[in-house]
C-alpha cells in the first residue's frame, strides 16, 4: 500500500515570493508521482507528473517539482508565485505496475497568494 | 479528443430525498471510472471505482451506490440522502497508458 503526506495544509505567500509544497510519500514499490491542482469549484487539473527520466520535472506554468528517491520526496516548487497560483495543491503516486494500480492522494495543501 | 462530462454542477436536496449523478467519458474505450467526494476541509476520498461494465468497487460502506451501465458511463445514486452526504463529488477516468487520472468539473451536492 501506498500513502502520501502533504505537511503543510494551508500555505500563505506574497505575490511574486518563492512557494514549496512539501510532499512526502510511502510506498514498498516503485511509483510515478503527480501533483494536481485544484481552482475553486472545479475538478482536479494535472499539473505535472515524473514518470522517468530526469528527476526534475517542469509545467507550463512555472512550477516545477524533483523526485528524490532517498527522501521520497516530490516537492512543488514555484521561483515567484502569482494571484492566479491561489488553488488547492494535491500530490499523488500510483504505482508502477500491479493488477490493482490506483492513485493515493495526499490530503492537499492550500496555496493563498497574498497581493 | 477525450473529455469526461459531469452533471449536474450544482444540488441542493433534502434529507431523505433520492441522489442521481452521472458521469460520461468520450474519446476513450474501455477506461477505468472512479467517484470520488471532497468534503469540506478535507482531501480526497475514493467512493467506487469500475474495471468494466457491471464491476463496481466501494471503498467506503455508506448509503450510496454505483453503476455502470455503459462501457462510458458511471452513476452514483442513493434512495436516502443524509446530511453528512453533503459534499463535491469528482468524477474520474484513466487508462493504463496515461498512468494518471482525468477528473471531471464537479458536482457541489448539499443536502438540507
Known amino acids: 500500500a501506498q500513502s502520501v503526506t502533504q505537511l503543510d495544509s494551508q500555505v500563505p505567500v506574497f505575490e511574486e515570493a518563492p512557494v514549496e509544497l512539501r510532499c512526502n510519500y510511502s510506498?514498498?514499490?516503485?511509483?510515478?508521482l503527480f501533483w494536481y491542482v485544484q481552482y475553486p469549484n472545479q475538478g482536479l487539473q494535472l499539473l505535472l507528473k515524473y514518470l522517468s527520466g530526469s528527476t526534475l520535472v517542469e509545467s507550463i506554468n512555472g512550477f516545477e517539482a524533483e523526485f528524490n528517491k532517498s527522501q521520497t520526496s516530490f516537492h512543488l516548487r514555484k521561483p515567484s508565485v502569482h494571484i492566479s497560483d491561489t488553488a488547492e495543491y494535491f500530490c499523488?503516486?500510483?504505482?508502477?505496475?500491479?493488477?490493482?494500480?490506483?492513485?493515493?492522494f495526499g490530503s492537499g495543501t492550500q496555496l493563498t497568494v497574498l497581493p | 479528443s477525450q473529455t469526461i462530462h459531469q452533471w449536474p454542477a450544482t444540488l441542493v436536496q433534502p434529507v431523505g430525498s433520492p441522489l442521481s449523478l452521472e458521469c460520461t467519458v468520450e474519446g476513450t474505450s474501455n477506461p477505468n471510472l472512479y467517484w470520488y467526494r471532497q468534503a469540506a476541509g478535507r482531501g480526497l476520498q475514493l467512493l467506487f471505482y469500475?474495471?468494466?461494465?457491471?464491476?463496481i468497487s466501494s471503498e467506503v460502506p455508506q448509503n450510496l451506490s454505483a453503476s455502470r451501465p455503459q462501457d462510458r458511463q458511471f452513476i452514483l445514486s442513493s434512495k436516502k440522502l443524509l446530511l453528512s452526504d453533503s459534499g463535491f463529488y469528482l468524477c474520474?477516468?484513466?487508462?493504463?497508458?496515461?498512468?494518471?487520472?482525468?477528473f471531471g468539473s464537479g458536482t457541489r451536492l448539499t443536502v438540507v
Open positions: 469500475s474495471v468494466g461494465i457491471g464491476q
Open positions: 510506498s514498498s514499490v516503485s511509483v510515478y
Open positions: 499523488a503516486v500510483i504505482p508502477i505496475s500491479g493488477s490493482a494500480r490506483q492513485l493515493t
Open positions: 474520474a477516468w484513466s487508462v493504463i497508458q496515461n498512468y494518471g487520472y482525468t
